[in-house]
Structure formats: structure tokens, C-alpha cells
């Protein structure tokens, strides 16, 4: 298999597990390897003024208790070059690790990454057992890791690591573009190369000397220490403060846990009804990760336990792993998803990827659809991580229902609507629904950006004549606009 096929299946594997998987880029990646490539070169020529990374799209994708992830929607050209980095560079990334001294994940093996999943739990497993061995540990992570990585930080951590010349310069020049100059926040978030770069980056932790505690171990930002003595423990805790001072980050101490075993991820009062019904539940949640196993499966629902456990929506204070638990009774004993679905996804918005997940297995799509339509039209606030996967649903599930065309105008035009959450239904290659005359529109009005780039590939399945008449429209505006006008004439 080739270095381009290997690409491709490294982007491919990881493109549905993003925050925000647009077409755009996965249609262009798969479709214009080669002028991607070409577009690089261009880039990396200090001769050639035209040719840049651009400023990247500022996203907000959900997290726990309505908090928000800062992060940025990458370009295909952007997004291109980062899977091609960590691929070329993938040696980088598997450097020996002394057994003490263990971090998880975000690495390759027989040329190709290892799923964050199967790091995560291989990580809690070692977590686990550090716990048990030894009298005294102490877990924590680092505040808001990926915004507060220090552009020249990283930089010249990526040449310390043998990186050539040419690798490093790009890397510098591409971190300096896409964020307007600004020498922090410019890491994306939830795609697996900058995880590699991120996790790595702390690698310096793992090798110093000054860590005397005989076990560490960590996954991305997420540290164990552990020891028999209570004074090495600490010692080693304030020296990786230390150590984490000197690139100007901080640990968080709202998460930190002194020496005692906390069950991780379980709410501090779990409520009467989902104790008795499931017994000890351990949820898994790593730093970047949106992962969560249930330890242990439900045992058989009486339906007045099914009845109680619908009812605990109502509370106000339910956790999201108590309402992940009740959608999965809701799924498992009811043919109700239509109607609670849109529920969770106005309630939990960090669980929109369940959601999204569930909606296949909704065996009434009409009342699904009618469903969402029903919250969009309400006019509550939904925010950008809720918008784009609400049209990511109506993609995948829900184009041919009645509201399919009602839904995608409210999507559309909601209050609350985003480029990135527009472009989502701009890419859709769908011919019904006002969706040409809609895509025209941008591709028509002398722009280069999301809106414009989402509409051309969303004529992907148009007939030649009118793909050739816009496209060179389009095209005339940008290099990158040219680049993808050019993909989409040439199918």
C-alpha cells in the first residue's frame, strides 16, 4: 500500500470520531490528493505570496454541565496537511518508554494509529492497577491543555525530536497562519494528529529525573503518580507543577485527587432508583477523548423500573451518564426514541453523538423528524455543536420524511445558526428543497470561505454543464476556491 493509500485510510478512520466531520474536506481529500499535495509545495515556497494557510473558523463544540470547547474547523487544505504531518512523521511518535513511566494512545503500529478507544481502556486497566498496588497516589490533568500550548513551545519540541528542517519550518508557519499570528489556542481540537502532537508534547514529563514516585502513567493530560510513601508522591506532584510551569501550564485543581481512591466519573450522590437497577457503574472519560463504557450491562427492566427511570428526565440535576443510561433503557424496552431523542438533544447537547447514533435505530423516522422540527421551530437556543449534528441527522436519516424541507430551513435560518452549522447543510448533495438556487447563491457572489466552499461540493452529483457553469465562477476568486472548483469539474 502506498504512502497516499495509507493517508487516506489514517483520515478515514478517524474523519466520523471529529467534532465537526464536514464532507468538504473528506470530499476533497479523497479527490484531490495530488493537488493537495501540489497546494503544500506552494505553500512551503517562500517565493510564492499567493499561496498561504488561511485563518481557520473558530467552532464550539459541547462538552459536560454546558461547557464549551474552544476550538477551530480546519480547511481541507489544513486539514490535509495535518494527517499528512503525523503520518510522515509517525516515527516521532513511538519512541521507547521506560514501564514505569507509561503514556496511552496517540501513536502508530504496523502503520496504523491505534484506536484512542483501545488506548483509553488499556490506560484505565494500568490506572487501576497502579491504584492497587501501591498506598498512596495522586491523580489530576492540566486546564484547558490544548488552548494553552505555547506555539514556540511545540515548535521547538518538534525539531528536539530529529524532525528535518523543512518539517519544522512548515509546522511553524502553519500554526502562525491558521491562527492570525497568535502564538497560543491554535492546536484543533478532536482530530487524531493534533492529539499525537498534544500528547507527545508532555513527553519531557515522562523522561525527567526529577520524578522519583515508582509509578507514572498518563493519556494525553491525564497524570497518575503512585508510590508507598506519601512524601514522594507529593514531592513529584509539585514538581510536575513546576515542570508544567516552565511551558506555562497549569494543573486543574477542581479535578485533582489527593492520595484517597475516588470512583472516577460518578456523580457525588448517584440517585436510588439507577443504583438499584444497574449496581456499581464505572464510566470512563478522558481528556479530548467522548468516550464512555457502562462497566456493567443492565440486568432485565420490570416496566415500573422503566417507568421510573423515563421519569428521572424530569429532573433537573440529571446527570448526563444517568440520561445516557435512561436512553439506552429507552432504546432497550420502549419504541418511544422519536419522541425523547430530541429531549436529549436539547438537554444534553454533549451527548449529540449518541443521539446521532440512536437515530438509526428509531424505527418511526417520520415522528423523529417530526420531532426535531418541533424543538428547531420552538426557537429554543441550540448552539453550533447542536445545529450541525441535527443536519448531520437529517442527512443521514431524515431527507426523504415530510419535514425533511422544513427542517433544513429552520436548520438554515435559526437564530442561533453558524457558518460552520450552514455550511453542513450546504454540503448535502441534495437537488430538492430550494437546495440548488440556495448553493448558487454563494458560489455566485465572489466569496471564499465555508459557505462557498460547502456549496460547490455540494454539486458533487450535478450534471456537468451546471457544475462547469458555476464552478469557474468560483473558482476565479482564491487559490483554494480554484483548487476545489477544479476537483469538482473534473468528476
Request: aromatic content about 12%.
Amino acid at each position: 500500500m502506498s504512502n497516499k493509500d495509507k493517508i487516506l485510510e489514517f483520515y478515514n478512520s478517524d474523519f466520523e470520531g471529529t467534532l465537526f466531520p464536514l464532507e468538504t474536506c473528506k470530499f476533497i481529500i479523497e479527490n484531490a490528493y495530488d493537488e493537495l499535495e501540489a497546494y503544500l509545495n506552494k505553500i512551503a515556497d517562500p517565493r510564492d505570496k499567493e499561496h498561504c494557510f488561511l485563518p481557520q473558523q473558530v467552532v464550539y463544540a459541547s462538552k459536560a454541565k454546558q461547557h464549551l470547547r474552544r476550538t477551530k474547523k480546519l480547511d481541507p487544505v489544513a486539514e490535509f496537511y495535518m494527517y499528512q504531518l503525523a503520518y510522515k512523521n509517525r516515527a516521532i511518535f513511538n519512541r521507547k518508554q521506560n514501564d514505569g513511566r507509561l503514556s496511552f494512545g496517540y501513536k502508530f503500529k504496523d502503520g496504523k494509529p491505534v484506536p484512542i478507544n483501545e488506548s483509553f481502556l488499556d490506560f484505565n486497566a494500568r490506572l487501576n492497577s497502579v491504584k492497587s498496588k501501591y498506598k498512596y497516589h495522586i491523580q489530576f490533568d492540566i486546564s484547558s491543555y490544548f488552548n494553552s500550548i505555547y506555539h514556540h513551545d511545540l515548535i521547538n519540541w518538534f525539531a528536539s525530536c530529529g524532525a528535518p528542517t523543512s518539517e519544522v519550518e512548515m509546522l511553524g508557519q502553519f500554526m502562525r497562519e491558521i491562527n492570525g499570528g497568535f502564538s497560543i489556542d491554535f492546536l484543533p481540537h478532536g482530530i487524531y494528529p493534533s492529539k499525537m502532537l498534544g500528547s507527545h508534547f508532555l513527553s519531557y514529563i515522562d523522561y525527567s529525573m526529577l520524578i522519583k514516585s515508582e509509578e507514572m502513567c498518563r493519556f494525553m493530560d491525564d497524570f497518575i503518580i503512585a508510590s508507598d510513601s506519601k512524601e514522594t508522591v507529593t514531592k513529584d506532584f509539585q514538581a510536575i507543577q513546576k515542570l508544567l510551569g516552565q511551558k506555562s501550564l497549569n494543573i486543574n485543581s477542581h479535578k485533582t485527587q489527593l492520595y484517597i481512591d475516588a470512583n472516577e466519573g460518578i456523580d457525588a450522590q448517584v440517585d436510588e432508583v439507577i443504583s438499584n437497577i444497574f449496581g456499581e457503574i464505572t464510566i470512563y472519560h478522558g481528556s479530548d477523548v467522548g468516550y464512555e463504557t457502562f462497566e456493567h450491562i443492565m440486568r432485565e427492566l420490570t416496566p415500573e423500573e422503566v417507568t421510573s427511570l423515563i421519569l428521572l428526565l424530569d429532573k433537573i440535576n440529571i446527570s448526563d451518564r444517568e440520561a445516557s443510561l435512561v436512553l439506552e433503557a429507552i432504546n432497550s424496552y420502549t419504541n418511544e426514541l422519536h419522541k425523547y431523542l430530541p429531549i436529549f438533544l436539547h438537554q444534553h447537547p454533549n451527548l449529540i453523538k449518541k443521539v446521532y447514533a440512536y437515530s438509526e435505530k428509531c424505527a418511526d423516522k417520520e415522528a423523529l423528524a417530526e420531532g426535531f422540527y418541533g424543538l428547531i421551530s420552538q426557537n429554543h437556543f441550540l448552539n453550533e455543536y447542536q445545529l450541525f449534528w441535527l443536519a448531520k441527522i437529517v442527512e443521514t436519516y431524515l431527507l426523504d420524511t415530510k419535514f425533511a424541507s422544513k427542517l433544513l430551513s429552520a436548520l438554515y435560518q435559526h437564530n442561533d445558526a453558524t457558518i460552520i452549522s450552514k455550511a453542513k447543510i450546504l454540503e448535502i448533495p441534495e437537488h430538492r428543497y430550494g437546495m440548488p438556487e440556495l448553493r448558487e447563491t454563494h458560489l455566485k457572489n465572489g466569496s471564499s470561505g465555508w459557505l462557498a466552499w460547502a456549496s460547490a461540493v455540494g454539486m458533487r452529483n450535478d450534471n456537468k454543464q451546471a457544475k462547469n457553469y458555476l464552478m469557474d465562477y468560483f473558482s476565479k476568486v482564491s487559490p483554494i476556491n480554484k483548487l476545489i472548483g477544479s476537483c469538482i469539474k473534473s468528476l
